[in-house]
């Protein structure tokens, strides 16, 4: 797997940030800033191998993501899915941004755990409770802190609702899908103010 798709994909599944905490008020009111806030999370998890829950933080930019895998995870044609879509204000329907397909699952981790550079850039997207190596062993698995305003910037992305979804499928036995999660924000993006003439 070529490292520009990782990029693109860490891109993406960097709708999550463990950042420092700003409130609306702590922003510079002289630059253009995008508010974003998670409606909610839908999560599946397939029950023979694990069991997923989720956490949407008070402030609504923050969620927790905890798996409880009890059926080792192997490495069986694992393949990861990553699609965003927006419906922008005033529209009826949604339309697609961006899409990943077949990403070898295991070839990703496996290509994360060996680069010190992306589990330095990841770990700046993620608190990760471990890291992860395929097969993925029985045990609990965290993701905590994910935010989901830190990395949209605000010239790139419109006022709208956004659906961030990622699945990982088994493509050869029982099971189709293993795992897959959408997180759906809204983005309201907040034009800058007029800067004050000196001696105001």
């Given at each position: 797997m070529k490292l520009t798709r990782i990029g693109w994909l860490l891109a993406f599944v960097s709708l999550q940030v463990a950042g420092?905490?700003?409130?609306?008020?702590?922003?510079?009111?002289?630059?253009?800033?995008?508010?974003?806030?998670?409606?909610?999370?839908?999560?599946f998890g397939e029950s023979r191998y694990?069991?997923?829950?989720?956490?949407?933080?008070e402030d609504r930019t923050h969620f927790d993501l905890n798996v409880r895998l009890v059926r080792e995870l192997g490495s069986n044609h694992l393949v990861?899915?990553?699609?965003?879509?927006?419906?922008?204000?005033?529209?009826?329907?949604?339309?697609?941004?961006?899409?990943?397909?077949?990403?070898?699952?295991c070839g990703f981790l496996s290509e994360y755990n060996a680069s010190p550079m992306l589990r330095l850039l990841f770990k700046k997207s993620v608190i990760l409770s471990d890291i992860i190596g395929c097969p993925i062993r029985v045990g609990n698995y965290s993701m905590l802190n994910a935010d989901v305003a830190e990395n949209i910037a605000p010239d790139g992305v419109q006022n709208g609702t956004y659906n961030f979804f990622?699945?990982?499928?088994?493509?050869s036995g029982e099971i189709a899908k293993v795992f897959a999660m959408q997180v759906t924000s809204t983005v309201q993006i907040i034009e800058p103010q007029p800067e004050p003439e000196n001696g105001e």
């Open positions: 420092e905490e700003s409130s609306f008020f702590d922003a510079d009111p002289y630059e253009k800033r995008a508010i974003v806030s998670i409606r909610h999370i839908k999560v694990m069991r997923v829950k989720t956490h949407i933080h990861m899915n990553v699609k965003v879509r927006v419906k922008p204000d005033g529209r009826d329907k949604f339309v697609r941004l961006f899409e990943l397909k077949r990403i070898n699952f990622t699945e990982i499928v088994e493509e």
